[in-house]
C-alpha cells in the first residue's frame, strides 16, 4: 500500500513536471512570434519620405519629381480665351508681349504636374532664350520664322505640336487655333531626359507676420486695358492675387484665382523686328530688375552671361535675391513700360 502511494506521488510529480515543460515551451513560442512581429514592423520605410528643394521656386519634394528636366509650355492669354489651364501648378511663369500689345505665357514645370494645359501657342524667340537656360523640354503649337530658327541654333529639347501631334489633342468647345491642350505626362512622354535644370534661385523662409505690410498692389500696363495686370499682395498668406483686364484671372482647372508668392519685373531692350509684328526682346546681358516678395519691393538688376544661363537676380548691394517658397511670376516688360507699386504699412 505504502509502494502504491510512492508511485502515486512520483507519477503526480512527473505530471506537474511535464505541465511546467509544457507551459514553458508555449509562452517561449509566443514571446519569440511577438519579437519577430514588432522587428519586422521596426524595419519598414515608407517610400517618397525624403524631401529636396525645387531650384526653380523652392517647394520641397520627392527627388524623382525634382531631378528631372524641366518642362515650359507656351500658353496664349487672349483676352477671350481666359481662364486658361495649368498655370497654377507651373513651378514658374513668364508673362511677356508677344505682339500686336498682346502677352502671352510660358509656364514652366518641375515637380508638380498638370492634367490639363492650355491653350497651347507658337513659340517667341525670347521665350525660347529663357527656356534654354533652364535646360528645358519646350512645348508650343509652331512659331515664328526666328522662333523656330532659334530652336535648332540653341539646340532645345524641341517638343513642336506638328512633328509630335500624339502629346497633344484638340477640344471641341474652342475653335483652332485656340483649341490645343496637353497634359505634363503627355508631354514628357514625347522626349525622355535625365537632364536636370540648372539652379535657378535663391530661396529663404516668409517673412514674419509682424512685419509684412498691411496693403501692397502692383500695377503693370503692358499695353491696353485688357492686357493690364494687377497683383494685390494678402498680407495673411503672404501671396499675391492676380489680376489681368481689371478682373480676377482664375485657372479653368481648379477654378480658383492664380497667386504667385515672387513677383519678379524685368525690365529688357525690347525693339520691333523689322517688316514684322514681332519683338525682338533681349533675355541676355542685364537690365533693370524689381522684386517683390513678403509684400515689400526690392530694386536691382538681373543678368545673364549667355543664352545658356540662368537668370541671376541682384540687390543694388550687388547680393544675390532671395525669393520666398513658392511660385515665381516673371514679368518681362519694356524699359518704358509704365509700373506703379504702392505699399502700405500696418
Known sequence: MALNRRKISIIAVLLVLLILAVAGCGKKEVEKKSVKKRTSKKREVKPGTLLIPSPLDGIKAAPEKVNRQALAVMVENLVNIRPQAGISQASLVVEG???????????????????????????????????????????????????????????????????????????????????????????????????MPPPAFSFKSDADKNSRPGEQSILIDFSFSNYAVKWVYDKATNKYK????????????????????????????????????????????????????????????WFRQSVDSPLVLKDSSG??????????????????????????QS
Open 97 to 195: 508681349l508677344a505682339e500686336g500689345g498682346i502677352t502671352r505665357f510660358m509656364l514652366v514645370y518641375l515637380e508638380k504636374d498638370a492634367d490639363n494645359i492650355g491653350p497651347i501657342r507658337s513659340a517667341r524667340s525670347h521665350f525660347v532664350a529663357l527656356a534654354k537656360g533652364w535646360d528645358a523640354l519646350y512645348a508650343h503649337v509652331g512659331g515664328s520664322k526666328f522662333a523656330l530658327a532659334d530652336i535648332k541654333r540653341f539646340q532645345l529639347d524641341d517638343l513642336d505640336q506638328y512633328a509630335h501631334a500624339s502629346g497633344y489633342h484638340r477640344i471641341k468647345s474652342a475653335r483652332a487655333p485656340h483649341n490645343v491642350f496637353s497634359s505634363t505626362e503627355k508631354l514628357r512622354k514625347i522626349k525622355k531626359s535625365t537632364l
Open 242 to 301: 492676380r489680376f489681368n483686364g481689371g478682373r480676377p484671372h482664375k485657372d479653368a482647372a481648379t477654378g480658383k484665382q492664380l497667386e504667385a508668392k515672387n513677383i519678379l519685373i524685368m525690365y529688357a531692350p525690347t525693339f520691333p523686328i523689322t517688316g514684322t509684328p514681332l519683338l525682338d526682346i533681349k533675355t541676355v546681358g542685364q537690365g533693370r530688375l524689381q522684386v517683390m516678395r513678403d509684400g515689400e519691393v526690392l530694386d536691382g538688376e
Open 319 to 344: 547680393n544675390n535675391i532671395e525669393l520666398d517658397r513658392g511660385q515665381v511670376w516673371l514679368e518681362l516688360v519694356k524699359p518704358t513700360t509704365p509700373v506703379k507699386i504702392s505699399t502700405t
